[in-house]
């Protein structure tokens, strides 16, 4: 996989490792055609988010052990779609993001200001 930048035009910074996050289950941002769903921003989960989240039909923090998956947990990090956080920002629920983290194609659904507005690794 080529390198791929963040938001700010640097290397993609690892978002987590655990919980095993990422599209493509490297613990980074990255993103490619075969993701349509764009898991492209690395959010910082709270409890308030995460069952905003569930809320609207995107339940993150049930785990599904048939997955693998063990539910995203408050304090942890993950990979979220990026129509997802465009929902979060429009409902007035979206998270701090691990700027870093976030892979530069979010720029095609959130202006880098809005952005670095919920990054908290500034």
């Not at 769903?37 to 995107?58: D, M, P, Q, R």
Request: glycine share 10%.
């Amino acid at each position: 996989m080529a390198e791929s930048l963040n938001v700010l035009g640097e290397p993609l910074e690892p978002c987590s490792m655990k919980p095993l996050t990422g599209f493509y289950g490297d613990g980074s941002c990255h993103t490619g055609p075969d993701n349509r769903g764009l898991h492209a921003v690395c959010i910082y989960a709270t409890k308030e988010f995460l069952e905003y989240s569930k809320k609207v039909g995107n339940d993150l923090s049930t785990p599904m052990p048939r997955y693998h998956f063990a539910g995203v947990k408050p304090g942890e990090s993950w990979c979220l779609s990026g129509p997802r956080f465009v929902q979060a920002l429009e409902d007035g629920m979206a998270p701090d993001i691990f700027i870093h983290s976030t892979h530069e194609r979010m720029l095609e659904l959130v202006d880098i200001d809005t952005l670095k507005q919920y990054a908290i690794d500034l």
